[in-house]
């Protein structure tokens, strides 16, 4: 796969906060879906948690449901 060396490598942060948005949107796609565990490269847990955050941000309209 081509795509992993040029892609950069992603802080983890011990706590994932819905209200950070410029790390949710590292998990997120253009067009405004959830990146994959496996293309993300975290722990099924830690998907979890982001997966909630990103859900979570974007009832509170801080991240956008569909990318214009």
Excluded at 18 to 32: G, I, R, S
Excluded at 33 to 45: G, H, L, Q, T
Aim: no cysteine.
């Amino acid at each position: 796969m081509a795509h992993q060396s040029e892609r950069e490598e992603i802080e983890h942060k011990k706590f994932v906060d819905y209200k950070d948005v410029a790390y949710l949107k590292q998990f997120m796609t253009p067009h405004a879906k959830i990146v994959a565990k496996k293309r993300s490269r975290v722990p099924a847990a830690r998907q979890r948690e982001i997966a909630l955050a990103i859900k979570r941000a974007r009832y509170m309209a801080l991240l956008p449901y569909l990318a214009a």
